[in-house]
């Protein structure tokens, strides 16, 4: 009887053994597992954001060779500077732009250089030669080469045309441009800035935070240079301008698309931040001037002043100059003040000061 007593207690003891063993050992599998796959998710998730060509992480990866420049005609020489279009290559796209180069004794080095990122036109009714004319001038004039790029699917270039804020293209255009120019035999390699004007401001900004060797110095005037949430949620609530129907096509159809794969900015915050430039001004190295017009319909100023705020934060070498009564353009009688201040600003970085 004991015997048996002994042999029951024994099963017991044995049995309880397996099942704690068994329930130990699955659980921490369980455990395991769970963590494995928490680890995959997030891994999968962070691939998603910096595979996206969007991100500034995937931007920074991949190459901007450029190519040669190839005039294709000759313009009408003004009193102070030759004018050409131009051609380059862009993601093997035939990318044609306006080159305006000084007359007169070049430099040792090289003309400093110019990257002029035009705002939003019509792509199909974008004239190379058109609009800016003013702005081009007062720069070659006084001893930059310019070059204003035609991104892609606007007037002549190849492909499609993309637009700024959902779409890495025309940024890449414009490295690419960079990168061109940087061949160019008229041009020092080392004394290249960029100004850009609203769509190009935005450009500009992305390309300074990508690049944060080349570009040294970069003005901006009515940049769409706010976060993606001010974009997406306070542009249109506080600018008087409504875009065509045309252009919110454009631009709707590739904010479509990442909305639709990676939510919102108050949905997925990370995935916006990581292709956001606004959220990796710690990493740029250019000085940056700012303009606007006080009664600038189309782009807010606080875009501006909120990047001014930031840059200011971080550190960053920033000026900012507001023009009361001034529209979108900052046109007369603020151009003149304006248009001195860019090139004051540029004389500083660029020539050193003359």
Do not use: C
């Not at 599998?29 to 995937?58: D, G, M, R, V």
């Not at 006084?142 to 204003?148: L, S």
């Not at 740029?284 to 875009?303: C, K, M, S, W, Y």
Request: without cysteine; glycine residues 10%.
């Amino acid at each position: 009887m004991n015997k048996f007593k002994l042999f029951i207690i024994l099963v017991i003891f044995i049995g309880l053994g397996i099942g704690a063993g068994y329930f130990y050992k699955n659980g921490r599998f369980k455990i395991l597992n769970n963590s494995i796959n928490n680890n995959q998710t997030s891994n999968n998730q962070n691939n998603q954001i910096n595979e996206n060509p969007l991100s500034i992480t995937a931007m920074r990866s991949r190459a901007y060779p450029g190519s040669d420049l190839t005039i294709e005609q000759a313009l009408s020489s003004g009193s102070n500077d030759n004018q050409y279009i131009a051609s380059y290559k862009s993601d093997g796209l035939k990318i044609y732009g306006l080159l305006t180069i000084p007359k007169g004794q070049k430099p040792t080095n090289g003309w400093p250089v110019i990257i002029f990122n035009h705002g939003y036109i019509q792509p199909d009714l974008y004239k190379t030669a058109e609009r800016y004319v003013a702005y081009v001038d007062a720069f070659a004039r006084n001893g930059y080469i310019v070059f204003k790029p035609d991104f892609r699917g606007n007037g002549n270039s190849e492909g499609q045309p993309e637009g700024a804020y959902y779409s890495p293209a025309y940024a890449a255009d414009a490295l690419n441009a960079l990168a061109t120019l940087k061949k160019y035999k008229d041009a020092n390699p080392e004394k290249i800035g960029m100004w850009g004007h609203s769509m190009g401001g935005n450009i500009t900004l992305r390309d300074i935070v990508i690049d944060t060797k080349d570009i040294k110095a970069a003005v901006i005037w009515g940049g769409v240079v706010g976060s993606y949430d001010d974009l997406m949620n306070n542009w249109q609530r506080k600018a008087k301008y409504q875009p065509s129907v045309r252009e919110l096509a454009l631009r709707n159809n590739y904010r479509q698309k990442l909305t639709d794969t990676h939510g919102t900015p108050t949905t997925n915050p990370d995935f916006w931040q990581m292709i956001d430039p606004t959220d990796h001004l710690e990493d740029i190295t250019t000085p940056i001037q700012l303009h606007t017009g006080g009664n600038d319909e189309e782009v807010p100023v606080e875009f501006s002043l909120s990047l001014k705020e930031k840059l200011e934060k971080a550190g960053k070498t920033v000026e900012y100059y507001n023009y009361p009564g001034g529209d979108h353009n900052i046109s007369s009688p603020n151009f003149e003040i304006a248009m001195r201040r860019s090139l004051d600003f540029f004389n500083k970085y660029l020539k050193g000061g003359e």
